[in-house]
């Protein structure tokens, strides 16, 4: 069996076929308004997206998921559901949710394609699709990696992705928005641990990420779903 590093390596990487690509959370929406136009911008809307969204929804959402691998079966179908109910109905974007529930599909099928486990049937057996931190989470947790670098690891893909999505849609090079990504990066470990210590009921305010994938739909030309 491959040791959890490379495992995590593996569903972290940009090259997993999640089609993360496709999506900016409203990015787009805002550069293309010009409130997002330089790199301090962007690290105002990373810094938002670090506090509101990865350490107050879904990193502990990861958390808890990964921790319902524990439960008995019966019990573990019921709790999942209502957490991915949850997560789900904390974005206000129907865009946003239709993303997040498209990625975790497409994560929890090529990961059980590729990895078999009767945890991931049995998730895709109750609902074909799952919001992407709790796939995120139940997949970790199925492939024996451990619960803060599930957590960890899921808040690296998402400020990756977005640091992608960035150097596609305004002028930031590649040294530039890999800087930007260091110094949330640098903020990781801390908001992880907090993120997986806190049982606390889910809250998620960010009316300026929220109104920008809103607004998504409704660009003239667009790079992006959401």
């Given at each position: 069996?491959?040791?959890?590093?490379?495992?995590l390596?593996?569903?972290?990487d940009s090259l997993?076929?999640?089609?993360?690509?496709?999506?900016?959370?409203?990015?787009?929406?805002?550069?293309?308004?010009q409130?997002?136009a330089?790199?301090?911008?962007l690290?105002?809307?990373?810094?938002v997206?670090?506090?509101?969204?990865?350490?107050?929804v879904?990193?502990?959402a990861v958390?808890r998921?990964?921790?319902?691998?524990?439960?008995?079966?019966?019990?573990?179908?019921e709790?999942?559901a209502?957490?991915?109910?949850e997560?789900?109905a904390?974005r206000?974007?129907?865009?946003?949710?239709?993303?997040s529930?498209a990625?975790?599909?497409r994560l929890l099928?090529?990961w059980?394609q590729l990895?078999?486990?009767s945890?991931?049937?049995?998730?895709?057996s109750t609902?074909?699709?799952?919001?992407?931190p709790?796939?995120?989470?139940?997949?970790?947790?199925?492939?024996?990696?451990?619960?803060?670098?599930a957590?960890?690891?899921?808040?690296y893909t998402?400020?990756?992705?977005?640091?992608?999505?960035?150097?596609?849609?305004?002028?930031?090079?590649?040294?530039?928005?890999?800087l930007?990504l260091?110094?949330g990066?640098?903020r990781?470990?801390?908001l992880?641990a907090a993120?997986?210590?806190?049982r606390?009921?889910?809250?998620?305010?960010?009316p300026?990420?929220?109104?920008a994938?809103?607004n998504?739909?409704?660009?003239?030309?667009?790079l992006f779903?959401s």
């Amino acid at each position: 069996m491959s040791e959890p590093l490379v495992v995590l390596l593996h569903l972290c990487d940009s090259l997993f076929p999640i089609g993360s690509f496709a999506h900016s959370d409203g990015l787009e929406d805002a550069t293309s308004r010009q409130r997002v136009a330089a790199s301090a911008d962007l690290r105002q809307w990373m810094d938002v997206a670090l506090t509101e969204t990865l350490r107050s929804v879904e990193a502990p959402a990861v958390s808890r998921a990964w921790r319902c691998a524990d439960l008995a079966p019966s019990d573990w179908r019921e709790v999942v559901a209502a957490l991915d109910d949850e997560v789900h109905a904390l974005r206000p974007s129907s865009a946003a949710r239709e993303a997040s529930r498209a990625m975790g599909a497409r994560l929890l099928k090529t990961w059980q394609q590729l990895r078999p486990d009767s945890s991931l049937a049995d998730l895709l057996s109750t609902r074909a699709r799952w919001t992407l931190p709790v796939a995120f989470g139940t997949v970790a947790a199925s492939s024996g990696i451990s619960e803060s670098s599930a957590v960890e690891g899921f808040m690296y893909t998402r400020m990756a992705a977005t640091i992608s999505a960035a150097m596609r849609l305004m002028p930031v090079g590649q040294q530039e928005g890999h800087l930007v990504l260091a110094d949330g990066l640098a903020r990781v470990p801390a908001l992880a641990a907090a993120a997986i210590g806190d049982r606390s009921p889910l809250t998620m305010f960010a009316p300026a990420l929220d109104i920008a994938a809103m607004n998504q739909q409704y660009g003239h030309s667009r790079l992006f779903r959401s």
